[in-house]
């Protein structure tokens, strides 16, 4: 053979080994025979793999998308379903050409910021806590002179209502400060029927365990409403239907103490009345679903039940007739009319 036919065959055999030796994810060719760049790994090469699937992708070609990217992805020795690009991309593929998508994803959503009128309750329940502790240090302290009687309760209050700006900074979850409110509410009145109950029969003065008792359910009932607020994120209707549990419970409560004649023991009535109300309020608020309006609708119509009840009593049985039967009809008012704002409420 001549040296010209020598030094072509050998061009020829090193021509084919090199391609022999070119990595196999090299030799990828496009619809358009277009080449990918030979370096695998490199900003090019990623660049160009990407837009070969999405090109395919493109073209409806999920099938040859899908085995690109999976072959790929086995190269590499990622997993399918990690959150790179070229994951992510076969997922679509793969969902093209199921003819559907895997899953449906809903974006995520904020949590409901706090309407104006919890503000309002957040700060009122924190101010309203600080003024009654400080009356609270005022009755231990004896301090009844003109000129250091207002300055403990008016720091209270100011506490309480700094308290409250520094809470409501933050994007106060919806529902926090009506389930702070009913925790204060019910846990005051709590208090008021425990003390009524110690210092019933006896002069005011002569219990002064009384105001820390009062004081001592408003602060455990604060306390829970804050915990079950943060915990549980309950909604702004399931704390003022609570509230309103609390508050025709305790005036039930009272309404029957009077009809029974029971005045020595009328504390014992009253916390009784707030304890079931209150019960049965939390356990049927997420089966009945309340909004604040029925709440007030709720309220609404108890109040206005209760005085028609109490006028139709006072009509129908006589002033020497014994009160059961007229705090009877009363109930029977508030608890009707109670019903019917809260129906009414929901359309």
Request: charged share 15%; glycine share 14%; net charge positive.
């Amino acid at each position: 053979m001549s040296p010209v036919g020598r030094r072509a065959v050998g061009a020829v055999l090193a021509a084919a080994l090199a391609a022999k030796a070119r990595p196999a994810h090299a030799q990828i060719r496009t619809s358009a025979a277009e080449g990918l760049p030979a370096p695998p790994g490199d900003a090019a090469w990623e660049r160009a793999l990407l837009d070969q699937v999405t090109a395919l992708l493109g073209r409806a070609q999920a099938s040859s998308a899908r085995a690109l990217a999976e072959g790929e992805l086995r190269r590499r020795g990622e997993s399918p379903d990690g959150y790179s690009t070229l994951a992510v991309l076969l997922r679509v593929a793969r969902s093209l050409e199921a003819g559907a998508p895997e899953t449906r994803l809903r974006p995520p959503t904020l949590p409901q910021r706090r309407s104006g009128f919890e503000a309002v309750t957040l700060y009122g329940s924190t101010i309203a806590y600080g003024a009654a502790a400080g009356l609270w240090i005022d009755a231990l302290a004896s301090l009844d002179r003109p000129l250091t009687a207002p300055w403990l309760p008016a720091l209270g209050a100011s506490a309480g209502a700094v308290t409250a700006w520094a809470i409501d900074r933050r994007p106060v979850r919806a529902g926090l400060g009506a389930t702070v409110n009913a925790g204060l509410v019910t846990g005051t009145l709590i208090g008021v029927g425990l003390a009524t109950e110690l210092s019933s029969g006896r002069p005011w003065r002569e219990v002064p365990m009384a105001s820390s008792v009062m004081l001592g359910g408003a602060t455990l009932g604060l306390g829970l409403g804050v915990a079950l607020g943060l915990s549980l994120h309950p909604e702004p209707g399931a704390g003022a239907f609570v509230v309103s549990g609390s508050v025709w419970g305790t005036t039930l409560g009272l309404v029957t103490g009077i009809a029974t004649q029971s005045d020595r023991h009328i504390g014992i009535f009253a916390l009784s009345g707030t304890v079931l109300g209150a019960t049965a309020a939390m356990i049927t608020a997420g089966a009945v679903a309340p909004t604040p309006a029925q709440t007030r609708w709720l309220d609404l119509g108890a109040l206005g039940g209760g005085l028609l009840g109490l006028g139709l009593g006072m009509l129908l049985f006589e002033s020497s007739a014994p009160p059961a039967a007229r705090m009877a009809v009363t109930e029977l008012g508030m608890i009707g009319g109670g019903v019917a704002g809260f129906m009414f409420g929901r359309q």
